[in-house]
């Protein structure tokens, strides 16, 4: 088994860190630069940034938290969030990314994934996905920060998102987001079982236990999580050292 990852996400909003639950209810949390020298400082093995308003307002990417941001912390930086062009992808890199997350626009664009993989290469290219349980009992895919629902099927996307040339995908329940009941299982193990690139887990993780509950229950790659080192109520230290105690390879 490879070695599991642990990922903090800032979600940033007016350049502040910010946390909703179910993407509502929005709270300031803190500055994204600090934050991210203190999960560094934790042992986290990856950074995610998101501009959660960046699509729905029309706003290219954070580029100034990110320069500051790759300045001070030694691990991947992951940074999603109005990225509409290869040429946004580009700067991201320039200004200290090592990978780019799209999310709506990709949808909308897929042609957006394989340019970027094409020119980047698949390994800088991670697709995150906003989904939500359907009336069917399927999954359906939303954008703009889960406010539109473009009723599209999520097995159907994400086998497209790989055949595009995705290197990863970073999959968020909408139902679980920000509520602390877990990560979504089942529709992350529908999701792993149907792509051969790395999933990561995001959206739930409320205890200890969850993140190594994910790693045994489905074969997802890593687990991000927000509200719990936000608020410290873990460290990534904590997560990894409960996931060694089960037996579960990390970083």
């Known amino acids: 088994m490879l070695a599991k990852r642990i990922i903090p996400c800032l979600d940033v909003r007016d350049g502040k860190v910010v946390k909703g639950v179910n993407f509502k209810g929005i709270?300031?949390?803190?500055?994204?630069?600090?934050?991210?020298?203190?999960?560094?400082?934790?042992?986290?093995?990856?950074?995610?940034?998101?501009?959660?308003?960046?699509?729905?307002?029309?706003?290219?990417?954070?580029?100034?938290?990110?320069?500051?941001?790759?300045?001070?912390?030694?691990?991947?930086?992951?940074?999603?969030?109005?990225?509409?062009?290869?040429?946004?992808m580009r700067n991201a890199l320039r200004a200290g990314a090592d990978k780019i997350s799209v999310n709506s626009q990709a949808v909308q664009n897929p042609q957006l994934i394989k340019d970027g993989a094409d020119i980047f290469g698949s390994q800088c290219i991670c697709v995150g996905i906003d989904t939500k349980k359907a009336p069917d009992g399927s999954w359906t895919v939303f954008i703009n920060g889960g406010r539109i629902d473009m009723h599209l099927d999520l097995i159907e996307w994400v086998k497209t998102v790989e055949r595009l040339g995705a290197g990863e995908i970073c999959l968020n329940?909408?139902?679980?987001?920000?509520?602390?009941?877990?990560?979504?299982?089942?529709?992350?193990?529908?999701?792993?079982?149907?792509?051969?690139?790395?999933?990561?887990?995001?959206?739930?993780?409320?205890?200890?236990?969850?993140?190594?509950?994910?790693?045994?229950?489905?074969?997802?790659?890593?687990?991000?999580?927000?509200?719990?080192?936000?608020?410290?109520?873990?460290?990534?230290?904590?997560?990894?050292?409960?996931?060694?105690?089960?037996?579960?390879?990390?970083?």
Do not use: W
Not at 211 to 225: G, M, P, V, W, Y
Not at 226 to 249: M, N, W, Y
């Open 27 to 88: 709270k300031e949390v803190g500055d994204p630069v600090e934050c991210a020298c203190e999960y560094n400082a934790q042992g986290a093995d990856e950074i995610v940034f998101y501009d959660i308003t960046a699509s729905h307002e029309g706003r290219g990417v954070i580029l100034d938290v990110v320069r500051e941001t790759a300045k001070k912390v030694f691990v991947p930086l992951t940074v999603g969030g109005g990225i509409k062009t290869v040429d946004d």
């Open 173 to 251: 329940s909408m139902d679980t987001d920000g509520v602390r009941g877990g990560f979504d299982i089942p529709m992350l193990k529908a999701v792993v079982q149907a792509v051969n690139i790395p999933v990561i887990a995001s959206g739930g993780a409320g205890q200890l236990g969850d993140f190594a509950d994910a790693f045994i229950k489905t074969d997802c790659s890593a687990a991000l999580a927000a509200s719990l080192f936000h608020f410290k109520e873990l460290t990534v230290k904590q997560v990894k050292d409960d996931c060694r105690s089960k037996g579960i390879p990390v970083r």
